[in-house]
């Protein structure tokens, strides 16, 4: 797919989520930025208004915007692993099953046994399973639940060195360069 074709597709991902921020003024006491984050105009305080709907959303996107940029670039792209209702992973490259996360706050028993569950079956089938994470303020103790269920997990530059590696597209200077152009904004005085 020619450059200006495939950019111009992953910015229709992110003008659908830009909309619907804009028709929703919610949402750590964490000050941190990430790339998506800057892209929409985010700050720490307004994401922290409603940090539930905000990780939701930025998890879609994240999911959406990885699954298709690799759909798009790479040649040994498969789709998500379904088993029944369940979905343990979005998508795949070669040998590797990608599950993407914005970000991995959850450490109730269900998300943990899942991941190592899904781990465990994945290296069982000749496949490593790979966890593409945005944030660096994971719960450590779902971080090594991953771990322990033999994903090799990635995150923040990791995730997009991972990412530029497989697609040859660097995916994170991208975003905080639309970031920069203030295009994806998201304005709470249009919420008010």
């Not at 964490?30 to 539930?52: C, S, W, Y």
């Not at 040649?75 to 993407?100: F, N």
């Not at 996360?101 to 490593?128: A, C, E, H, V």
């Not at 660097?170 to 975003?175: M, R």
Request: glycine share 8%; proline share 3%; hydrophobic share 35%.
């Amino acid at each position: 797919m020619q450059t200006d074709q495939f950019k111009k597709h992953l910015k229709e991902i992110l003008s659908q989520y830009r909309n619907a921020f804009t028709d929703k003024a919610y949402s750590e006491e964490n000050e941190d930025h990430d790339a998506l984050m800057d892209v929409f105009g985010i700050t720490p305080p307004l994401k922290r208004e409603n940090r539930q709907y905000w990780g939701r959303e930025l998890g879609m996107c994240w999911q959406r915007l990885v699954c298709e940029l690799f759909r798009l670039n790479c040649r040994d792209y498969k789709p998500a692993t379904r088993i029944g209702d369940d979905e343990p992973s979005d998508c795949g490259l070669g040998t590797d099953v990608i599950d993407t996360k914005y970000r991995i706050g959850s450490g109730d028993s269900g998300t943990l046994k899942k991941f190592k569950q899904y781990g465990k079956m994945f290296l069982g089938q000749g496949l490593r399973p790979v966890l593409l994470i945005v944030r660096e303020d994971n719960l450590p103790a779902a971080i090594g639940a991953c771990k322990v269920g033999g994903w090799t997990v990635l995150t923040g530059d990791h995730t997009f060195d991972y990412i530029q590696a497989k697609s040859a597209f660097d995916l994170k200077n991208w975003l905080y360069a639309l970031g920069t152009t203030k295009e994806f904004y998201v304005s709470r005085a249009q919420n008010q």
